[in-house]
């Protein structure tokens, strides 16, 4: 993992995902840090195959937030068909909703912020 932040300037890495974010699972698709308004309250957010897990910023000792993974049809539901699945606690959405699908989404939501 690199954080970059502000046109690309590189802040650090490369970094294993577990030696920052202990907690979280070691292959992460994605992570979008969001900063900006203060209704954000500059939420980390994570993504890993069909699920969606949410940093517990105000306690770093319980590095995941309450009530998380929760699977992404949770809040794009155009990925509703679900499986059940034994490694989480959360239904796995099928495997025809990517995180490709998402990226315009993220990138819409990052600019609105």
């Known amino acids: 993992m690199w954080r970059v932040v502000n ?3 590189e802040l650090y890495g490369p970094n294993l995902i577990s030696e920052i974010f202990p907690g979280l ?6 992570a979008v840090e969001i900063h900006g308004h203060i209704w ?3 939420e ?4 890993q195959g069909d699920f969606i897990y949410k940093m517990n910023t ?5 590095p ?9 049809s949770k809040y ?4 509703e068909e679900q499986k ?17 699908a998402l990226i315009p989404v993220l990138l819409l939501l990052i600019c609105l912020s």
């Open 84 to 100: 059940p699945s034994s490694h989480y606690s959360a239904p796995q959405t099928s495997s025809s909703c990517h995180l490709r």
């Open 25 to 30: 699972p070691e292959k992460i698709d994605a």
């Open 40 to 42: 954000i309250f500059s």
């Open 76 to 79: 794009w539901p155009f990925c």
């Open 7 to 9: 046109h690309g300037r």
């Open 64 to 72: 995941v937030a309450k009530g998380y993974p929760v699977p992404i």
């Open 58 to 62: 105000s306690d770093y000792r319980l």
């Open 44 to 47: 980390l957010y994570f993504m």
